[in-house]
């Protein structure tokens, strides 16, 4: 089996991981779509917890042997997830007055990360699927700084289940893109 890095995510052995990493978020945004009673408390610690978790699997898939073309952003994105989990999980009044900023930081991180592997796969055949996800997380993470200029607290809790169910699923598929295909030498 070879890798090759056709794509600007590459192919890596751990795609599994980044799979139940955006099944997880997909799963966590549902619940808090459908149970908004739960608290925004709960809710930023839980989405803490899956930062962490998306955060080490980030960094397991940059440093591994076969790390992806793009492992830079995954390696940064990791350190960046895992610094604002541990802030988010640390305690409950910080992350409830924090979360949306937070949140902001990370949906343009995430768009600027979309739009430079958009620019740098412009050869490919969805690049422009990056570049419309990298414009609609900027657009979320804009969003999200203005609801928390309104203190809406109704707004932030409806684009944090939109968000992450969004986030969840581009993640998803980006596991499923970094799957290595078999390439036989006959």
Do not use: H
Not at 1 to 16: C, E, F, P, V
Not at 138 to 146: H, M, P
Request: charge should be positive.
């Amino acid at each position: 089996m070879r890798n090759s890095t056709k794509s600007y995510l590459g192919q890596s052995r751990l795609w599994w991981l980044v799979l139940i990493v955006g099944v997880a978020l997909v799963i966590g945004g549902f619940a808090y779509w459908f149970w908004p009673a739960a608290g925004y408390a709960i809710a930023s610690q839980i989405f803490g917890w899956l930062l962490i978790l998306a955060g080490i699997v980030q960094l397991c898939v940059s440093a591994g042997e076969n790390r992806p073309r793009g492992w830079g952003w995954w390696l940064a994105g990791g350190v960046i997830d895992i610094f604002i989990g541990f802030t988010l999980v640390r305690s409950i009044i910080l992350s409830e007055a924090v979360f949306p900023v937070f949140l902001s930081f990370l949906f343009f991180f995430w768009g600027v990360e979309a739009l430079a592997g958009a620019c740098s796969g412009r050869g490919g055949k969805r690049w422009w699927l990056q570049l419309i996800n990298g414009i609609l997380l900027c657009i979320i993470g804009y969003l999200f700084l203005e609801g928390t200029y309104m203190s809406d607290t109704f707004m932030v809790s409806f684009l944090t289940a939109i968000a992450f169910i969004y986030w969840g699923f581009t993640v998803a598929i980006a596991g499923l893109e970094m799957k290595p295909v078999k390439e036989y030498n006959e």
